[in-house]
């Protein structure tokens, strides 16, 4: 099915045009709720997007509120500082950063700067479709390679079918919505060959929550100068979805044609939190540690039910639902709960993201209530 289709059976279609630049995402979650749910938007436990619940930290949140008597100027300066940290956090050079309204528009700009006008993105099937989406607007083609049985990328077809027209290959990794990470004893190999055929993107909004000791960051192949992009956000682990800022991170050569095609930049507020965010390391480990024990609770559940899902790397758990996902999402939001969308082909899989303790109970409550 794809999305005018999804639209059409969702009764969508026309009614899009209320939500001007919302992504189509958060537009079709929000039809769904009005429509089919009575409780206002502002009263369902939201798992559907990957959030971190507990944040901004109380720290972030005193600099956020610090930063209003600076937020008359322009970001520019603030964010040349916050990129030398972050060049420093990463071991490259500040002209290897680049500061983006959260590591969305990273993607949507490396799409457009390098893929419009017919050039071909290889990407697997399904992931996160940001810069996919953005880049087909602008003339790009798709090259899609379905996952494999175990929801992992098929790293000997991804790089087989790399041509002459192949202008990016797009690994989001851990990914999303699948939660899974490529084996890391093949991974610094397979992305330097691929890099020496074409610019490696490498969406590591999830790296944070690998729990596998010494899992490498594409940063690595950066700072040895190879044709690879990397993408971080403090959306997740740092719990500032709603601040919009993240950053990419490659070889000056690229970050140059980059610059070109900036769009949002981010703000003063969001600078300052990103900056005090970095420092937190009592909320960040904070943040990995309610993670962990929120899977666990997913976990017990779905075994209980005898529901299988990929192991995770990340703050959700993708599962199979046994059913439709459309007829599961309008069941769990009776019952005041917000799951993940559809993530074509895998219709009768889900997407849950990790809520706080208490969310994910009554996630639990309202599973078991469906699936006793």
């Known amino acids: 099915m794809n999305r005018r289709q999804w639209l059409k059976s969702t009764s969508l279609g026309g009614s899009l045009a209320l939500f001007g630049g919302m992504h189509i995402a958060n537009a079709l979650i929000l039809e769904e709720t009005i429509k089919f749910n009575p409780r206002p938007f502002s009263k369902l436990i939201r798992l559907s997007s990957n959030e971190n619940p507990y944040g901004p930290s109380k720290k972030v949140r005193e600099a956020i509120i610090s930063s209003f008597d600076h937020s008359c100027r322009y970001p520019y300066a603030y964010a040349d500082e916050l990129a030398e940290i972050l060049a420093k956090k990463e071991g490259v050079t500040k002209d290897h950063i680049i500061i983006c309204g959260g590591s969305t528009e990273g993607l949507k700009i490396t799409g457009l700067t390098f893929a419009s006008n017919g050039g071909e993105i290889i990407a697997g099937k399904p992931t996160f479709l940001a810069m996919m989406t953005y880049a087909k607007q602008w003339g790009a083609t798709i090259n899609w390679v379905p996952v494999g049985e175990d929801k992992g990328y098929d790293m000997s077809e991804i790089e087989k079918r790399i041509s002459s027209k192949t202008k990016l290959v797009f690994l989001c990794n851990p990914n999303n919505p699948t939660s899974t990470i490529l084996p890391s004893q093949k991974l610094m190999d397979f992305c330097d060959t691929i890099s020496n055929k074409t610019i490696l993107f490498s969406d590591e909004a999830y790296y944070d929550y690998i729990d596998e000791p010494n899992y490498p960051s594409m940063v690595e192949l950066v700072k040895k100068d190879k044709n690879v992009i990397v993408s971080r956000t403090f959306s997740k682990v740092y719990g500032m979805a709603g601040m919009r800022i993240g950053y990419l991170i490659a070889k000056p050569a690229l970050t140059q044609k980059l610059r070109k095609n900036m ?52 703050n959700f758990i993708f599962f199979k639902t046994g059913k439709d996902i459309r007829t599961l999402h309008k069941e769990m939001m009776d019952k005041g709960v917000l799951i993940g969308r559809p993530f074509p082909p895998f219709f009768n899989w889900c997407r849950i993201s990790t809520g706080t303790t208490e969310e994910v109970t009554l996630f639990t409550k309202a599973l078991s209530n469906i699936y006793q």
Do not use: G, H, W
């Open 263 to 314: 769009v949002a930049y981010s703000n003063v507020p969001a600078i300052a939190a990103a900056k005090t965010a970095l420092n937190d390391k009592e909320f960040y480990e904070f943040s990995l540690q309610k993670t962990r024990e929120a899977k666990e609770m997913i976990y017990k559940t779905l075994d209980t039910f005898e529901l299988p899902y990929v192991k995770s790397n990340t």
